[in-house]
């Protein structure tokens, strides 16, 4: 029992996730959840994954030793100051955005000395949102990374460690710029390409969706999961990771305009070379365990 | 039993593929391969899903009926030039390549009238390459386009389309051009952006590639998937449906510097009508059965 309450404020894949995942391992003595929409309440009350479901973000977090943000990062300063005159001393919060700085700048202002924020993100996650996507497996073997700050306390941190570790995730800390530039290669910029891939396939007039449909499995569909993923989660992730989306993205056409001269020069051993390259980070995911080996993800293929 | 004798020339995932289905279904009485190297043939030989395996692709084509070509497209006009001289009468000559207009004007100048000629194209694959990763089942439930030129006859690409449908896939027909669009939409683009998004990310200095391994749970890991695969393949790829490519990548980049205008400005409502709308692909290809639902392809998530 590392926790005695802990608080859910909003209800979708990762906050439900980390439900089932508490509870499984008996991490915390009760669960409070809350959400926006009294949809998602009535969902979660039928699910039961919480002890008890509030319908106001100030009743949730009342004698709450943990008090989880787990909304959209565009939401999180109003959450902040909606729960902070109501926080018991002592409490310690998270939360559980994609971008770090800016989370840390929309919730800091807010926050008293007698409360400890540490920022957090655990980096998994699937195509599905909502209270009924998340899974008690969702953290298992993935890692999650706490990005605290200057008033930060190490108990808070060693503790929200010990949360993380119990729901099956490896845990490391980073500065919140340094995470924030690291998403952005591994996250944001990745999510941007895919949902315009998508886009510009769903444009196009020779080529019917029906076609785009049927052919998919030539490389396409693997996008269209990526590209499946919460829109507002993702509009907030790009507004508040502006500066290193950008930087990135300005790298990748840069890349690709290169390769895109190669194709029309008919520069063949510049695109065998990159291609080549690209090979061996595949192998590194594999052996770190972060990804499958099976053929197609394994996709319906028994070997 | 379809055919008497079928020749594969080239031994790698396709065509290993196709020989166990083959076998499966009982579709051939023969199976007679080639390959360029030693090495190759020696591991088909001890594997065995060919009955022979010759040394040259002269030898091969003996009295074959079906010939399939299943090598690199920037490959199939000398492999065309070997053959053609020892083809049987009456023989269907086909191809597995990605690109369908090179490579019929490729091969098509060295075939006589005595011979049919059905360019072809399996949309399966996997991120595996090589004589060992090839499985029965790896065009189940997926389609196979048959684009037949003028000269083909209806009773050459009646038998070829019994073939595949043998094998598990669904066939449609196609005219070559028209292929071409849609491989480089729902094929070719996307893995040029995913070798240019995995080579971005290992070029990066201030990101160390562990980082990129340990973190790519978050969307990373599935472009590194496609960016994984056979190097030869997929340089022949771009360099011969290089109009369709530059065109589609055209628009991806129009597309691209759209959104990112909208990060760089703070334009919410563009970003969230565009990530809302990708969406409904996703649904639409799994509905078709080109994919699963299972929440991230079903890895290691116990739901």
Chains 1, 2 share one sequence.
Not at 117 to 122: E, T
Not at 156 to 165: D, G, N, S, V
Not at 265 to 292: K, M, N, P, S
């Amino acid at each position: 029992m590392i926790y005695n309450r802990v608080a859910l404020i909003g209800l979708g894949l990762i906050a439900g996730s980390m439900a089932y995942a508490i509870k499984r391992a008996n991490l915390a003595k009760e669960i409070v959840g809350t959400a926006r929409s009294a949809e998602t309440r009535d969902t979660v009350r039928r699910l039961g994954f919480c002890d008890r479901v509030t319908d106001t973000a100030a009743e949730a977090v009342k004698d709450a030793d943990l008090v989880v943000l787990a909304v959209p990062v565009g939401a999180m300063a109003a959450i902040a100051k909606d729960i902070a005159p109501h926080l018991a001393p002592g409490a310690t919060v998270t939360d559980v955005g994609s971008v770090k700085r800016d989370v840390i700048n929309a919730v800091g202002p807010f926050l008293s000395d007698a409360v400890d924020f540490v920022p957090c993100h655990p980096i998994a996650g699937t195509e599905h949102s909502g209270p009924d996507s998340g899974f008690a497996e969702l953290f298992e073997n993935r890692w999650t990374i706490l990005t605290p700050i200057a008033s930060t306390t190490a108990e808070a941190t060693q503790k929200l460690r010990a949360l993380w570790e119990g729901m099956g995730a490896n845990v490391d800390e980073m500065d919140p710029d340094h995470h924030d530039l690291v998403l952005a290669v591994t996250s944001h910029c990745p999510h941007l390409i895919a949902y315009t891939m998508v886009g510009v396939a769903d444009d196009l007039q020779r080529v019917n969706d029906t076609e785009v449909i049927k052919y998919s499995a030539a490389g396409f569909r693997d996008f269209t999961r990526i590209a499946a993923s919460d829109p507002t989660m993702w509009r907030d992730v790009f507004l508040s990771n502006k500066e290193a989306t950008l930087e990135i993205l300005g790298r990748f056409t840069e890349e690709l305009f290169a390769l895109q001269r190669a194709i029309r020069t008919g520069d063949g051993d510049h695109l065998f070379d990159y291609f080549t390259r690209t090979r061996a980070i595949r192998r590194g995911i594999v052996e770190a365990g972060q990804d499958t080996d099976a053929p197609d993800f394994g996709r319906g293929t028994k070997r």
